[in-house]
């Protein structure tokens, strides 16, 4: 028999609302918490669905594969066009402390924690998703960001300074490790945001790709 093509109708007359939203947003916020604490390998459709309420199938009808439901509950927590102002406010020399304190104020989000976990997580485990944490997050948010400073070696930099900050990620929020877990967020700014602006700001020395070059 031919297939309509429609979508079932979910908690609603009309199909895709608002029943439609509900359930694809209760899909994801399983998806986000189940990614979050056990990472891509450990977490299953299964136990998605049976969290979200849903049939399994409903999963695969709106998302796809679980690689294709990781990418849309691990999208980027945050707009980069928010970095970009912040970088283009900002004197090169004076961008590390600002910088650590919008991605420690990313974590302290529930939401955005659980899609920050949901990536470290997973990056670890599953090569897929280290390949999207990558482009995402480094390639595509610190990378744009570096380049707004205006600074050479740009990728060198982004790699530097994306490491870092997912380094003080991983051990904060996910190992926990005393004191470094309850330090206040201003402290770390202050401690921190002095690397990592070096990072953007400092000659790069003779391992740079331009210095290979010359």
Known sequence: MARTGR???I??????????????DSILAAARAAFAERGFDGASMREIAAAAGVDQALIHHYF???QQLFVAAMELPFDPDTVRRMV????????????VRFFLGLWEEPVRRQVLLGMLRS??????AAEMVRRFVIEGAVLSLVQEAGVTDSAMRATLVGSHLMGLGFVRYILCAEPLASAPIESL??????????????PLQAGSAEARSS
Not at 18 to 23: D, E, I, K, L, Y
Not at 123 to 128: G, I, L, V
């Open 88 to 99: 283009i406010a900002s004197p090169r020399d004076e961008l590390g402390p600002p910088i």
């Open 7 to 9: 979508r079932p109708n």
């Open 64 to 66: 796809g594969s679980k």
């Open 11 to 24: 908690g609603s007359s009309n199909g895709d609302s608002p029943g439609h939203a509900s359930t694809r």
């Open 189 to 202: 700014v202050q401690l921190v945001g002095p690397i990592i602006g070096r990072y953007l700001t400092d």
């Open 123 to 128: 990056a670890m485990t599953d090569p897929r």
